[in-house]
Structures are given as C-alpha cells and as structure tokens.
C-alpha cells in the first residue's frame, strides 16, 4: 500500500523483478560503500563498549552466539575454508607480541574489562559445565607439573609470605610450610615462614626446633629452650618479631651465654630485607 499521490517503483511491470544490487558489494559500488560506513559508524557510536546482553536482550544475545558459534564450527569444518585460514595467518605477527598489561595501556584497558566481566563468576557460570570440567583438569595438571619445580615452589611460598605479611596472621595459629626436600613442618609465625623461603632460596641446609637446651637455674626445676632454625654451618637462629614476655627473653639470654655467637638473633625487620634483596637461585 503506497501513500497518496506516491508511485510505486514496481507499477507497470511484470513478474519477479531483479533487486537494483544484485550482483554489487562495498568493494565494486561506491553507493553501497558510503552507506555501509554511515551505517557502521552509526552502530559503532550506539554500541561502543556495550554486551550483546545490553544491546539485544540476554535471551536475544544467547541466540546470536550460537547461530554464530555453529556457522563458524561449520566453517571449520570445511578443509578448504580451514587451509585458507591458516594460510592466511603464516608470518602474521600478533599486534600484541611481547606486550603485556605492565608495558601497554591497551592490554591493560583489555585486561581491566575481562576481569570485570568475570569477576565473581564461577567457570561453570563462564563456560558451562563441560567446558569447566576440561578446564579444571587442564590446570591441575599444568599447576602439578610446575610444582615438581623447587624454584618454583619457592616463588609461590615468598608471594604466600607477603600476602601473610599484608593481612596479618594471629600468633600462635600454626603455618604449613613445604621445605625444598618436600618434607611438610609446621611454623609458628608468618616470619619463621619468610625466613624459611630465604633459607631454602639460598640453599642452605637448615631444620626446625630440631634442638632442646636444658638450662641451669636456682630451684632446680627443668627449664628448657628451643631455638627456631638450627642452619648448618651457620648455627642457630631465633626469629623474633618482638619479645611477648621476659621469661622467653631470659631463656634466650641465658643459652646466648652457652652457645655464644653460634646462636643469634633475626628480628622481622632482618627478614623482610633479607627477602627483598635476594634474587631467585641464590644471593
């Protein structure tokens, strides 16, 4: 139905008629290219930095990725169409080669908005379950794999140590640790575990309340002192971050004076520049 006093283009003629653009694309026709880009400038200006979520609706958006993920599958599955594709990208060098979120304000803007997106989303959530599945198994053997690597046990026990540092752990509440030989000991502070990570980042050889002195005293009650590391060749060490009471001061004064200069003192302070002046493998 046309508008009064209007035309229509087809009137008069017979029969399927052939569109004005059959036949013509952006590339051969300079009409289609121009209103192409007022087109895609247009939607680009509507759309920038939105979801297909916030453009189409979550159900609308759910259809969209999958008509697109199955056409793209079907591609794939095409050998000729697969072959052009990787012809294609032989000596393509990535945009971002060598870049990375601490040297390009891009990749951070991209990083920024992926972590956004997933944040607080679990994979099932992001990827569905079977897709989880696969991931999780993928990790875990990866993760399991660095972990044979003693150095790179270490470095993830020292980001441990500064993220205990950071949030303050109670005294007394026990901390695994896994020394470089794998054996499993437990640590009384967050500094005995700082300390441990340099002792083995060095690699010195070294046991914890490994011995028990028996110290002399007036009403012949037994009063003992255990030193926290005993490192060899090296000799004793207490790690302190301050003293909680004189009694475990006197302890410390009173085998000081039968040990002398083999045992000594590591305050926090000592722990956190040890830390920060070492460089993985050694001094």
């Known amino acids: 139905m046309c508008k009064k006093g209007h035309t229509p283009w087809n009137k008069g003629k017979k029969g ?16 289609l290219r121009k209103s192409g880009k007022k087109i895609s400038e247009y939607r680009k200006g509507i759309w920038k930095n939105k979801t297909y979520e916030e453009i189409y609706g979550i159900e609308k958006a759910k ?62 959530q992001v990827y569905g379950h079977e897709c989880s599945v696969r991931l999780r198994k993928k990790i875990s053997k990866r993760q399991k794999k660095r972990l044979e690597d ?37 640590l009384r502070s967050s500094f005995e575990f700082g300390y441990a990570v340099y002792l083995d980042l060095c690699n010195k ?17 037994k009063i003992t002192y255990t030193p926290d590391f005993y490192v060899y060749g090296d000799g004793w060490k207490e790690v302190k971050g301050y003293w909680r009471d004189n009694d475990s ?11 002398g200069d083999k045992l000594q003192l590591v305050y ?14 050694g001094k």
């Open 150 to 186: 003693p150095l790179y046990r270490q470095k993830l026990q020292l980001s441990l140590f500064q993220s205990r540092i950071s949030k303050g752990i109670p005294h007394g509440k026990r901390i695994k640790y896994q020394k470089k030989n794998g054996d499993m000991i437990n």
């Open 16 to 31: 399927l008629q052939i569109a004005w653009n059959k036949g013509l694309n952006k590339d051969t026709n300079e009409s």
């Open 63 to 124: 259809e969209i990725k999958k008509n697109r993920s199955n056409i793209q599958t079907l591609r794939w599955q095409n050998p000729e169409y697969r072959k052009k594709q990787c012809n294609s990208m032989k000596g393509h060098i990535a945009w971002q080669k060598g870049l990375n979120k601490h040297n390009d304000e891009r990749v951070l803007k991209i990083s920024k908005s992926i972590s956004k997106s997933l944040r607080g989303k679990s994979f099932e």
């Open 205 to 221: 050889q070294w046991e914890y309340e490994n011995d028990t002195f028996i110290l002399p005293n007036e009403n012949n009650s």
């Open 268 to 281: 926090s302070p000592d722990v956190l520049s040890l830390l920060e002046n070492i460089r993985f493998g």
């Open 249 to 259: 001061k006197k302890k410390y004064e009173e085998t000081k004076k039968i040990l």
